[in-house]
């Protein structure tokens, strides 16, 4: 199986940056869909962005400028830059994972067979 461990929430103002980390386990990291979901109280999960395995990104409307997703082969693990937070960005952010090279929208839930514990942010 195919852990994913997330790290990096926690509190912040508005205006200020944070930035999460996802260790995945898995010899074939490469090869890898992966994303990056979030979850606020009383609402759906929802897709934040996305990263093929040749390295092609996705961002949702609201996050785009603000936040970067990015894939480090070597050190088997996914980053999510978030800069320009606001308070609508307080959720339990989760990294998921598809061990083959993505075949529909990063936002589709059912894509990914593997998910993280999730990490609080909070915007205040």
């Known amino acids: 199986d195919v852990q994913l461990v997330e790290s990096g929430g926690g509190s912040v103002q508005a205006g200020g940056s944070l930035r999460l980390s996802c260790a995945v386990s898995?010899?074939?990291?490469?090869?890898?869909?992966m994303g990056w979901f979030r979850q606020a109280p009383g609402k759906e999960r929802e897709g934040v962005a996305g990263i093929d395995s040749d390295g092609s990104t996705s961002y949702a409307d609201s996050v785009k400028g603000g936040f970067t997703i990015s894939k480090d082969n070597a050190k088997n693990t996914l980053t999510l830059q978030m800069n320009s937070l606001k308070p609508e960005d307080t959720a339990m952010y989760y990294c998921?994972?598809?061990?083959?090279?993505?075949?529909?929208?990063?936002?589709?839930?059912?894509?990914?067979?593997?998910w993280g514990q999730g990490t609080q942010v909070t915007v205040s």
């Open positions: 898995g010899n074939t990291y490469s090869t890898y869909c």
């Open positions: 998921a994972a598809d061990t083959a090279p993505c075949r529909h929208q990063y936002y589709t839930v059912d894509e990914y067979n593997y």
